[in-house]
């Protein structure tokens, strides 16, 4: 009990603090409201905890076999979130009355976990933290992603909520316009610590 207690702190942190799928998830809050922003949120909250059955499961021997191959997915999240970070700035819910850019699928944010360095970066960091080689590891993979499941989907609301919670305060296009290229430089200032060399002591 004292081990899923610390899980989902750990959870909790990662999951409220400002992230790529936080932002982008209030954006699309913002722009498209709760019911079209639903599958983006299921995708995060169900695409998050499968990403940690396949990293504990697998996935890390296979990191440390071939570390070219973390690094190339690295490379491509980053440029992606930097693509997202361009749409996210150019993105208008209304353009001469016709709608010019679209919510994530379920699917889509789901993928998107595979592409989002601060998933690896939690993915792996709860693995290494809350796994023991004296016990059996899939048990403890599974309880990890159990525990993420309940408490990504919360933090999910919230920040959703946030975002519905502004579109109220967003009077017009301009100020519209205005939070979309704000949060698309929040986004890729989230990228910038993914992208700094690993600190050594």
Known sequence: MELVFAIALFAFSAGITPGPNNIMLMTSGVNFGIKRSIPHLMGISLGFPTMILAVGLGLSAIFQAYPFIHIVIKVIGISYLLYLSWLIANSSNKMEGKQVSKPFTFLQAAAFQWVNP??????????????????????????????????????????????????????NERQQRIFNITMALLLVASIIPMMLPPTTH
Do not use: D
């Open 118 to 171: 601060k998933g690896w970066i939690m993915a792996v960091g709860a693995i290494a933290t809350f796994t023991s080689v004296q016990q059996e590891l899939n048990s403890q993979v599974i309880t990890i992603a159990s525990v993420f499941l309940c408490v990504a989907f919360p933090c999910a609301i919230v920040w959703l909520g946030f975002g519905v919670a502004l579109k109220r305060l967003l009077k």
